[in-house]
Nanobody, 122 residues
């Protein structure tokens, strides 16, 4: 089993910044895509940003130009730098990783972190 541990959430004023981190640990052969999702009260979980092992990124339109996803493959860690935060960014942010265990032909799985709360006050 692979565990994802998020950190960096908190309370910030509108226009401020936060940086989220998510570290993966456990029996990992390789990690493919890693990403951040969020879920606001009463809404479905939505994609925020993803990054492949090669560094290709994808962002939700609502965060383009404000958020930056990055990763450190050596540390199995993904980051989300959030700038110019808005009240509508308030949500629980979840980390996700698609990984392979047991070698090149091992099984593919996905794991989720426990979530970290981000609250933006207006």
């Amino acid at each position: 089993q692979v565990q994802l541990v998020e950190s960096g959430g908190g309370l910030v004023q509108a226009g401020g910044s936060l940086r989220l981190s998510c570290a993966a640990s456990g029996s990992i052969f390789s990690i493919n895509a890693m990403g951040w999702y969020r879920q606001a009260p009463g809404k479905q979980r939505e994609l925020v940003a993803t990054i492949t092992s090669g560094g290709s990124t994808n962002y939700a339109d609502s965060v383009k130009g404000r958020f930056t996803i990055s990763r450190d493959n050596a540390k199995n860690t993904v980051y989300l730098q959030m700038n110019s935060l808005k009240s509508e960014d308030t949500a629980v942010y979840y980390c996700n990783a698609d990984y392979r265990q047991g070698g090149w032909y091992g099984s593919l799985s996905t794991s989720w972190g426990q979530g970290t709360q981000v609250t933006v006050s207006s």
